[in-house]
């Protein structure tokens, strides 16, 4: 059974999780909902049979924009997905979707206008015993691309990790949906082309960055960021996605 990877702009694939993911004999099922069916789009699900887990990216748009017509519709089919016991993963504006589908709330930043670069991410107690989280540095640098964020955890979650500006950077739900704020998956090509972006642009003229200054910043924390984001994503393939459920696909 597939993994339904829910794609919102060209800036925001799968990065690093998708091989990861393939090689662990998991074939994904990734439908771009800001592409017509003529550029080769493909809506939400209508229902989740032969559905194994969900995984919801980033983009730039935001949690409540009017003129998103699949957003309503994304918002809906997160929240039966976790009803049902589904593994969802969000990324970004995926982790902020499936925070508001549950029932948190989600806005614009209010300590900064964003985050953008690599920002220091702190694990919290209950993330330093959480098993996803196994062998993820305390505290490290992680990527970063945000203008919102989780106002309001759903009822229930845990808070896994936080950053100065954002306190809201991972958090877990009942026993198989996680959100995470920051980049995981990205590797060096996608973050080379978040700074190409045009949105990307006007968040780091904001932040009075230039490019030039995140790319430093990668030079210096990319290495790290890899090994983490690698054993990441290696915990989500070996704990979420047991050996069971790929035999039976």
């Given at each position: ?156 979650a845990a808070l896994l990790a936080s950053s100065r500006a954002c306190k809201v950077q991972a958090f877990k739900l ?76």
């Amino acid at each position: 059974m597939p993994i339904v990877v829910l794609q919102h702009a060209d800036s925001d694939g799968i990065g690093r999780l998708g091989p990861i993911l393939r090689d662990q004999g998991h074939a994904l099922d990734v439908r771009r909902l800001d592409l017509s069916p003529v550029q080769g789009g493909k809506p939400v699900p209508p229902d989740y049979d032969n559905v194994s887990a969900v995984v919801s990216l980033g983009g730039p748009m935001n949690v409540g924009d009017a003129g998103v017509p699949w957003m309503d519709a994304e918002l809906a089919y997160l929240k039966g997905a976790h009803e049902r016991g589904l593994p969802v993963i969000g990324i970004c504006l995926g982790a902020q979707l499936i925070a508001k589908a549950l029932g948190g709330e989600v806005g614009p930043m209010e300590s900064a206008p964003g985050e953008f670069g690599f920002t220091e991410v702190s694990v919290t107690v209950p993330g330093q015993t959480e098993t996803m989280m196994a062998g993820i540095a305390w505290s490290s640098r992680q990527w970063q691309a945000h203008g919102q964020e989780v106002k309001k955890l759903p009822e229930g979650a845990a808070l896994l990790a936080s950053s100065r500006a954002c306190k809201v950077q991972a958090f877990k739900l009942g026993m198989r949906t996680y959100g995470f704020q920051y980049h995981f998956e990205s590797d060096r090509a996608d973050i080379d082309s978040f700074l190409a972006d045009p949105w990307s642009r006007q968040l780091m003229e904001k932040l009075g960055l230039s490019a030039g200054d995140v790319a430093r910043q990668a030079d210096e924390h990319y290495p790290l960021f890899e090994r983490l984001g690698n054993r990441l994503c290696g915990n989500i393939a070996q704990y979420l996605f047991p050996p069971v459920s790929r035999l039976r696909g």
